[in-house]
């Protein structure tokens, strides 16, 4: 059997990959593992996105987790970062958070959060595995000693008070446009952007989980580029499903990735003098251009693989406040533990407001060099084997000859779809799309 964990929790097609059962069991070793040294009744949160297959994962964890002896407090549809603040607020031994992020409406995913509302480290999710293969440790109390179900209703508004506090900033005058997946920031965004003072347009937040990320949110900007566009906004913003990362776009529909998004934040917090430790954390995916802007403002970077749980593991180990992905996952310690997406908007729009500059002014901070991105599907348990393919290698290292030092070739197995990326940057584009493809043929040729 495979880790059961990936970078950002345990995902697979619902119902097939991700059953009921495994829920169940992983509800209940993650109660009795992260509860263990409690001597008072446990207590864990769960949220979910809109995913039609939400709500039968959250019966299935939830009974797991009551079998033990712990109390579920169900926090409804709320965004990721969502779970992992009120995780802390309401002083919970844990948060659940059921959402298979950007991916489409088959798939589900179950993240978990501790105490302090951080991700779970590697060696914790290692022990709630060994929990759930080893049955002997399973262990239920009697049936007047079961845990109860509670229903939070004040979640989504506790967080969204949250986050106005962070921002603290009057948006009159500005227009922009939201693009919600039809996934969780559905709950939470009108609750946050309408009291800015902005005027909002605010699309696809009817959390319909059959339709999430299907045509819409990050991993489709084309809608908001064409609704900012159509609408006469400054700046426009799509979450993902569960709203734990966002991608932007200018007036003019031009994407601003998240990339882009660091060099501005970070730009504005070194202009402040609050950014600590002169540093940003970035993931190896992170454009060549975000290099050069950084070494061209004297900010120290440092990259980690990718996957924001590791980009998070480097900001609290060197005492960061920034960092994040491409993607979009974009974490601002002083506020949250965890990436999310509105808060980041609230603060790309609060640089925005403050500097009197438009966001396309803003996002030329940083040179974007032309980057193609391709993913070749390969099942999970023949990732590794790819990699380490010596005819796969072989083209690499072609690839990387051929740019020398004009560009970079990264081929990576992604942590939460069934799927090899492959990532060539570089000054020509037609000749980074020729290596790309020549690089997904060869793995295309021996695993497809």
């Known amino acids: 059997m495979g880790r059961l964990f990936g970078t950002d929790g345990v995902r697979g097609v619902a119902n097939t990959q991700l059953s009921c059962a495994l829920a169940l069991s992983l509800g209940k070793a993650a109660a009795a593992v992260l509860t263990k040294h409690t001597n008072h009744k446990p207590k864990i949160l769960i949220g979910k996105d809109s995913r039609v297959s939400s709500d039968m994962l959250e019966s299935c964890l939830a009974g797991g987790i009551c079998s033990i002896g712990a109390d579920v407090m169900e926090l409804g549809v709320v965004p990721t970062p969502a779970v992992s603040y009120l995780t802390r607020l309401y002083q919970a031994d844990a948060g659940i958070m059921i959402s298979a992020s950007h991916n489409t409406p088959e798939y589900n995913g179950i993240k978990i959060f501790n105490a302090e509302g951080f991700k779970l480290s590697d060696e914790l999710e290692d022990e709630i595995e060994a929990f759930m293969q080893n049955e002997s440790l399973e262990t239920v109390v009697p049936g007047d000693k079961t845990g109860q179900v509670h229903f939070c209703r004040s979640g989504a508004q506790d967080y969204a008070d949250h986050l106005l506090d962070c921002a603290d900033v009057d948006l009159t005058g500005l227009k922009v446009a939201f693009d919600c997946a039809n996934g969780s920031a559905g709950r939470t965004v009108h609750k946050i952007f309408e009291k800015t003072g902005a005027q909002c347009f605010i699309f696809c937040d009817e959390c319909d989980g059959a339709k999430i990320n299907q ?49 501005i934040l970070a730009h504005f917090l070194k202009a402040q003098q609050r950014l600590k430790n002169n540093t ?58 965890t990436g999310d997406g509105q808060l980041s908007a609230l603060m790309l729009l609060k640089v925005l407001k403050q500097t009197q500059k438009t966001a396309k002014e803003l996002a030329n901070l940083m040179e974007h060099y032309p980057q193609v991105l391709i993913g070749v599907k390969v099942p999970n348990h023949q990732k590794e084997t790819v990699l380490a393919d010596q005819d796969i290698c072989t083209a690499i290292q072609n690839a990387q000859a051929v740019l020398q030092q004009n560009g970079r070739v990264l081929v990576r197995a992604s942590g939460t779809e069934p799927l090899i990326r492959v990532m060539i940057e570089g000054k020509d584009t037609e000749q980074i799309q020729q290596l790309a493809q020549q690089i997904a043929a060869k793995i295309k040729e021996r695993y497809s």
């Open 280 to 337: 940003v954390v970035v993931t190896v995916m992170s454009n060549l251009g975000f290099f050069e802007f950084a070494k061209g403002q004297d900010i120290d970077c440092v990259r980690t693989k990718v996957g924001d749980r590791y980009v998070l593991e480097e900001m609290l180990k060197g005492g960061h406040n920034i960092g994040g992905e491409q993607s979009g996952h974009i974490i601002l310690l002083d506020y949250m533990n």
């Open 215 to 263: 045509g819409c949110g990050s991993t489709h900007l084309e809608n908001i580029s064409r609704l900012t566009r159509e609408h006469g906004c400054d700046i426009g913003f799509a979450f993902d499903g569960d709203a734990d990362r966002c991608l932007a776009v200018d007036a003019q529909g031009e994407e601003i990735d998240g990339d882009k998004i660091i060099a």
